[in-house]
């Protein structure tokens, strides 16, 4: 499926009716990007994991209410933005909470020096954004790495068009500066 509109709509209803291929082709397709998005939010393994399991509950406790127009990555990514942001309310989690990207394994036929580089990009990034507020990281994370636009994530993130934008200049400035700084 490739995520347009109408497959959407056909999965909405194939759910809406109980179908368990409808629920399986959903989470097969937007269940790494989900856990991602929470990983990358809040640095925690084992609580992304349990987060994207609850957005996936509920999804299913949902199924039959859900309108036939609802943008599923919208839906799933509201829901689990909201999970996180509760989640961090009841535990107080401190805002610059390392974030666990974790090195991804290199494709084959990379060198050991160019796995090496790999990985030291990705943890200048992972430090990069823990530089970032929680607003900004959000922004980055939701436009930059999942593909929203800034509109799409104003609306999902319950803020003006305008603000999202100013929150994704702020965080690529930053983000730019901070890895463009020298490392001791």
Known sequence: M?????DDRELVLALGQGERAAFDAIYDRFRPRVFTFLLRMGGDHALAEDLMQETFVRLATKARSLAPDTRLKAWLFTVARNLFFDQRRRSAL??????????????????????????????????ALQHLKTDQREAILLCAVEGFS???????????????RQRLARARRILRDQLERPRP
């Open 2 to 6: 490739s995520g347009d509109p109408e």
């Open 94 to 127: 401190d805002r610059a909470r390392s974030m666990a990207l974790g090195a991804a394994l290199p494709p084959a036929g990379t060198t050991p020096l160019e796995a090496m580089e790999t990985n030291e990009r990705a943890r200048a990034v992972t430090r």
């Open 150 to 164: 800034p509109t799409e994530a104003a609306h999902l993130t319950g803020v003006e068009p305008a603000a999202m």
